[in-house]
């Protein structure tokens, strides 16, 4: 994060079971809005007690079809992250749903996170295509044999673009299966500079 501070940059964090204190204090903050937004709803006369969160607080959904499947998405955003540890030690922080360094909308965390996933599913959609990957039986090694998928498909694609192929990454794997040369050159000589 120093680094990122040092370039004046922004960052985004998606806050995980895996820091314990930041995901709890986070979860109570926004049951807390949650509860708070559906009151004020009911009793809109006691909108003075909770105004300072409320007015940082923004919530934004979406639906869609997705492949004959509805697809429905909530974020929920505050600006106002001094309930959470974490934002007082690096006050930095600006929003709180997804960890931010700047101020963004619910809406814009929404599509951030979206294409995230977007990035995620296509590569593991293109691993499946190329290797099979779902249909693998192997329990113990899983994870070893998804880092040397990951591995090859880059293998494939910078060969692809050093070899100026107009082919895809299928054409390239058969390629590799058929041309030991290939593989002298991409896997055992090492790759120079792109």
Partial sequence: MDAIRENEADYLLTVKKGNPLTCQETEELFAELKKEQEQLTEHPEKAAACEKQLASYEVFKTSEKNRSRMEYRTMQICHDTELIT?????????????????????????????????IE??????????????????????NNLAVIRKIVYNLIRIAIFKEKKESG??????????????????????????
Wanted: positive net charge.
């Fill in 169 to 194: 990454p299928t054409e390239m794997r058969d390629q590799f299966s058929d041309d030991l040369t290939l593989i002298e050159k991409y896997v055992f000589r090492g790759i120079s500079r792109l």
């Fill in 86 to 118: 974490l934002c007082r030690k690096q006050p930095e922080i600006k929003t709180v749903g997804i960890i931010s360094s700047r101020n963004i909308s619910a809406q814009e965390a929404l599509e951030i996170k979206r294409n995230h996933w977007k």
């Fill in 121 to 142: 599913n296509s590569l593991h959609h293109v691993l499946d295509d190329l290797f099979r990957e779902d249909r693998s039986s192997a329990k113990k090694s899983k």
